[in-house]
């Protein structure tokens, strides 16, 4: 079945400081990925996406790159901010696993001023 | 983007009663919407997957008539949680597919429901 494995935190950075979060995946067929963010108390937004083979999602400063040869989709930012502190989920979707999410076991993330 | 909404976002009852929330896709039809729970620190755990005007599939281990789930019409789905025990305290999300179009594979997620069980 479909898996996704990413780094375990918590990860601890300081502002202005670089950010990659590696994330590999596991799927048969051709899953469309997804980076979400969970602040405090709140549901799962979502931050990008990528739904072919060598797509960029980007947003907020944020991006990762769907790379089918090493099944991976880390997220990675430039310059960290104290409010991009949260928990990132890494997700893939479709495949051969249609219409069902398998998501990552969550990273969080805290940036220090 | 879709929105959905859940309702209430959060609530307090007592051992043994049972409780309802909402789903709401607020501007689109949803066909599936699904049902997670997310314990402390953890990641989200796939409850079951609702169908519009069809039962729920449940994923193994998620007990059916603990956890009820109706999805009576295209842009509404509700679970129950039945005869509520303090172990049934959670985060549960909700969450519905855009279908087709260029919101494929991507699913919309609500902002959740946090149960307490005293």
């Known amino acids: 079945g479909n898996s996704v494995t990413q780094m375990e935190g918590p990860v601890t950075l300081s502002e202005e400081a670089f950010l990659t979060i590696n994330c590999t995946y596991t799927a048969t067929g051709y899953p469309s990925l997804f980076w979400y963010v969970q602040y405090p108390g709140e549901g799962l937004q979502l931050l990008l996406k990528?739904?072919?083979?060598?797509d960029k999602g980007s947003n907020k400063g944020f991006e990762a790159t769907y790379r089918k040869e090493t099944t991976s989709f880390h997220l990675e930012k430039g310059s960290v901010q104290v409010s991009d502190s949260a928990v990132y989920f890494c997700?893939?979707?479709?495949?051969?696993?249609?219409?069902?999410?398998?998501f990552g076991d969550g990273t969080t993330l805290t940036v220090k001023p | 983007g879709a929105v959905v909404s859940q309702h209430p976002s959060r609530v307090i009852c007592k051992s043994g009663t049972s409780v309802k929330i909402e789903c709401r896709s607020l501007d689109f039809q949803a066909t599936t919407m699904f049902w997670y729970r997310q314990f402390p620190k953890k990641s989200l755990m796939l409850m079951a997957t609702?169908?519009?005007?069809?039962?729920?599939?449940?994923e193994q281990g998620v007990e059916k008539d603990k956890f009820l789930i109706n999805h009576a019409s295209l842009t509404l789905s509700t679970l129950t949680v039945t005869s509520a025990h303090p172990e049934d305290s959670s985060f549960y999300i909700c969450s519905a597919r855009v279908p087709g179009g260029s919101y494929y594979n991507e699913q919309f997620f609500g902002p959740g429901t946090r149960l307490t069980v005293l």
């Open positions: 609702s169908n519009e005007g069809s039962k729920a599939t449940y």
């Open positions: 990528a739904t072919k083979a060598d």
């Open positions: 997700a893939l979707s479709g495949g051969t696993n249609a219409g069902k999410s398998t």
